[in-house]
């Protein structure tokens, strides 16, 4: 609830499109220095029963030119539990496992040029910027000796799952500087993008350090028919299956029914 | 034309979903089975997730079963008196199924199980058949003239207490043997996603000693509860029942059902289940070589919290 007021603002301050934009580099230019202002075209992307997946274009401005641009867009964070087939008698089976608490749902970052030409490892750690330096926390019971190696493992295979399900995608050189001080970014969302409240982290980076940041909210949410059909389901499971149920009945009577003179 | 399924959460290709539900639909009209054993692995291969597909197509063949239902009841050939004493068994075992398959989810193993049961029973129903039909096919080109035969045979089955009366299907035996038929097709249902015909209707004939006229009309009377447990508890329990993907299947399934049942006494009996044998024997096969094969990926991801 505390991104509320900061979501209002971002929403009040550029209500979308190049317009607004262009009146926060004006605004950027009469503020303190290193300041970066970055806003969506959209705050909200709605999944409809025909969504195919979207784009959502990122606007924004700098006040001292030069440097690089960083934009890393995070999911929800979830617990995710990687699973490791292992051959048992000629069959493959789900052996061993590591769960790993605070992995996001989704998470791209799209920069300027590629991330280690720009800044050197402590700083997009620091950060949390970039696939190799994203935090994934090993969940391992108390009293028990993690495995540092099989961990790095399992953690290598996440990453490797995730993008072939093209929700970790990473994008070099996808960010555009238009002038010496505007840039932009098209965020690119996957047709199986999953719901939740996402945070877009915009990181300026000059002479090996970040010198300006900014968040801004994205809320990714179910709409219409399909986003109706969950809620309830999850909501009121018991009258939910009472339906499903029913329905299923009712229409295999009708069938029934209908061909029954052919 | 894409439509976004809201329980499996993934966008599929409608028309592909409704010509698969008529191609299962024409074969399950073909061969008088309910098709589900085609349905659950083939909506895995889709990419669906395996307990929606489990818990859907439970759905589905609730409305499948009514429809077959009512078209044997017309023509009388149902025994309901051995129906219940059935469903009695096949209640317990769906509830007892969807138990187990939530533990099996749980332990991340439930993929493999579905695997496993359904080479198993596919491998040995679908050789049975091959072999059965292949036998009466050589006998047919023999022109051996078939024996008289006896109402039913008399096994070990007969020696069960509890002994009950069932007048459509003219038999006196031991209401556990039913009740326990029943039982294994509820557990069927709750784990594989079938109605379990195909392993219904042989132990009815071969082991109670059912006419076979009775048979099929009886076991799809029971289905309807079995099914019905399964897809409710389904839905309820673990949420994995997806009304937009049910009502896709079932349209497409209904229509495809209606031509398959016409084409089916162009067919000799023999040949028809000698088809239905290969196919059975084919999905086995599949299944079967992608539990040995070295899979492209030996990691695999669960997401324990889904993001509400």
Known sequence: MSRRPLLILGAALLGGGLLPALAALLWSLTARADTLVADLSSHLIAITTDFRGTEVVLFGAVDRPGGDIAVVVSGPRTEVTVRRKERVAGIWVNRQSQTFAGVPAFYTVATTRPLDQIVDPPVLIRHDIGLDYLVLRPVVEEGEEPDVAAIAEFREALIRNKQRDRLYPQRAGTVNFLGPQLFRTNIVFPTNVPVGQYFVDVYQLRDGDVVGAQTTPLVVSKAGVGAEIFEFAHRQPLAYAILAVAAAILSGWLAGVMFRKV | ?308
């Not at chain 2, 818990?55 to 009514?66: D, I, K, R």
């Not at chain 2, 091959?130 to 006998?139: F, H, I, N, Q, W």
């Not at chain 2, 059912?210 to 048979?215: D, I």
């Open chain 2, 1 to 308: 034309m894409q439509v976004y399924l809201p329980i499996a959460e993934m966008s599929v290709n409608a028309l592909l979903i409704l010509m698969m539900g008529g191609g299962v639909g024409f074969l399950s009209g073909l061969f008088g089975v309910g098709g589900g054993f085609l349905m659950t692995p083939l909506l895995i291969f889709l990419g669906v997730p395996p307990a929606i597909a489990v818990g859907t197509q439970a759905n589905q063949l609730v409305a499948a079963s009514v429809s077959g239902v009512l078209a044997h009841m017309r023509r009388g050939t149902v025994d309901f008196r051995m129906g219940f004493v059935m469903m009695a068994g096949g209640t317990l075992g769906t509830v007892l199924g969807v138990w187990i398959f939530g533990l099996l989810q749980q332990i991340g193993q439930i993929d493999l199980v579905i695997s496993l049961t359904y080479v198993l029973f596919l491998g040995s129903i679908g050789g049975l058949m091959l072999v059965e039909s292949g036998r009466a096919m050589l006998r047919r080109r023999r022109n051996a003239a078939a024996g008289r035969r006896k109402l039913h045979k008399h096994n070990w089955v007969h020696g069960l207490p509890l002994k009950m009366r069932f007048p459509k299907s003219k038999l006196y035996i031991s209401a556990v043997a039913p009740a326990a038929i029943g039982f294994v097709g509820g557990l069927l249902v709750a784990i594989m996603g079938i109605g379990g015909g195909f392993l219904l209707v042989p132990a009815m004939i071969y082991l109670l000693g059912m006419p076979t006229a009775v048979v099929a009309g009886t076991s799809l009377f029971q289905i309807i509860f079995t099914t019905g447990v399964a897809a409710f508890l389904q839905a309820w329990q673990n949420t994995t029942v997806d009304v937009m993907l049910a009502l896709l299947l079932l349209v497409g399934g209904v229509v495809g059902a209606q031509f398959g049942s016409r084409m089916s006494g162009v067919l000799r009996g023999e040949q028809v289940r000698a088809l239905l044998a290969l196919m059975v024997l084919s999905v086995c096969l599949k299944l079967g070589w992608d539990l040995v094969s070295r899979p492209v990926d030996l990691y695999s991801l669960t997401v324990l919290q889904p993001p509400l």
